[in-house]
């Protein structure tokens, strides 16, 4: 589909770049062409892509990954055929890792669910699924604003639970859920 915006001159060795009648090539233009390509105007359901326009790009194409479970945990990576020393989950060592695990059920995880599901007022944890967690909004908000801030949290929430999760095993830190908890 890009190829039609994205030609090689025959008489040069440059490239033609059709994405706007200027010529010029522009990362704002590429990324609007990139959007109409992959949501589409008439697909209003999300199923390829997700938008929080109070979160950072990279906040929602890390959700996008989790979602189609493409988040590279120990358990997806040993199906791959990756050698790993164990699939256990590298903070908690209690279950094997998965998306789920390392997102919620984790302790170190959970534990700081927990404090924003009590922060934003909830007594207990609801729906602590993938897609009830991420796609859905707040069912108690009376704004649709209060909504999305709900759903731009719990993104960044899972977002720097993973970051963490990261520095744990790349960088050797340890995990605090304090720490954690002032990151996020």
């Known amino acids: 589909m890009l190829n039609s915006y994205i030609k090689q001159d025959k008489n040069a060795n440059s490239w033609i770049r059709n994405l706007d009648s200027s010529g010029i090539f522009s990362t704002k233009r590429l990324s609007s062409l990139l959007d109409e390509v992959t949501i589409g105007a008439n697909n209003r359901s999300h199923n390829e892509t997700l938008k929080n326009y109070l979160v950072m790009k990279k906040v929602e194409i890390f959700m996008w990954r989790v979602l189609k ?3 590279p945990v120990h358990i997806e990576l040993d199906k791959r055929g990756i050698d790993l020393e164990s699939v256990r989950c590298p903070l908690c060592d209690d279950d094997v890792e998965t998306i789920d695990h390392a997102l919620f059920f984790c302790r170190h995880s ?17 729906n602590l699924s993938l897609n009830e967690a991420f796609r859905g909004h707040c069912n108690r908000s009376t704004s649709p604003l209060g909504s999305l801030v709900w759903q731009a949290l719990k993104w960044l929430f899972a977002y720097f639970i993973w970051w963490n999760r990261n520095q744990k095993v ?3 830190s340890c995990w605090s859920s304090s720490t954690a908890l002032m990151e996020i």
């Open 170 to 172: 790349f960088a050797n």
């Open 69 to 71: 479970r493409r988040v």
């Open 110 to 126: 959970m534990d700081l669910w927990v404090k924003i599901y009590k922060w934003w007022g909830f007594s207990s944890i609801t």
